[in-house]
């Protein structure tokens, strides 16, 4: 059996950033599982089922269903990292401004198990500035952000945010 890797975050919504750092980190891991964190529950736009929904819409067709799996769990990562067996936690690393977050947050999973590392893949230049809550925020001022997430998640977001596509609402 080949390393896996969990790729875990808040994925509220799944954007293209992510969908490029899944098809990068599968030409390094034999297998990725893709785990929705439901702890942070409150402040998403999404319940964790639609995220896991959206993830396996977004990602089931354009990558191998053999080398992907779409979880979701509860608690630490690295306790969950460890029992799916996986030799790595993947991130991704946007601006500097993730650095000192990621730092940390790899630090306190190095302390709590040394077995399992953590890898870090700069964002595709493409994708640099995309994050769920940009895309979010965009969308629900009527941008059109079908460019910028998978197709599912494009219609997902449109069913919520009617405007959409009509640029910035006008004054009322
Ligand atoms: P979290 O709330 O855990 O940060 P996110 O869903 O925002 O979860 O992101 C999950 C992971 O994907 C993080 O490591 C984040 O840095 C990475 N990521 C998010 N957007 C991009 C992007 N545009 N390019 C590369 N990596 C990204």
Redesign the pocket.
């Known amino acids: 059996m080949g390393a896996s890797a969990v ?6 919504p ?5 969908v ?2 899944v098809e990068r980190g599968l030409a390094i891991f034999d297998k990725l599982i893709v785990a929705v ?1 439901t702890n ?1 529950e409150k402040g998403c736009l999404f319940t964790a089922d639609e995220r896991v929904e959206l993830l396996s819409e977004s990602l089931l067709d354009r990558f191998p269903r053999s080398r992907i799996e779409i979880d979701r769990f509860e608690g630490l990562t690295i306790d969950y990292a460890r029992r799916k067996g996986a030799a790595a936690v ?5 601006a500097t401004s ?1 650095f000192e977050f ?1 730092f940390r947050l790899a630090m306190m999973n190095r302390h709590l198990d040394k077995g399992i590392h953590s890898v ?5 230049s493409q ?7 940009t895309v979010k925020e965009a969308a629900s001022l009527g941008a059109d952000i079908s460019d910028l997430v998978p197709g599912p998640v494009a219609a997902r977001l449109k069913a919520k945010y009617p405007a959409i596509g009509r640029g910035a609402p006008g004054p009322r």
């Open positions: 790729y875990p975050g808040s994925f509220d799944p954007t293209l950033g992510h490029s750092l964190a942070p993947l991130r991704g690393l946007r993730d990621e870090f893949l700069m964002a595709d994708w640099f500035f995309i994050s769920s809550s």
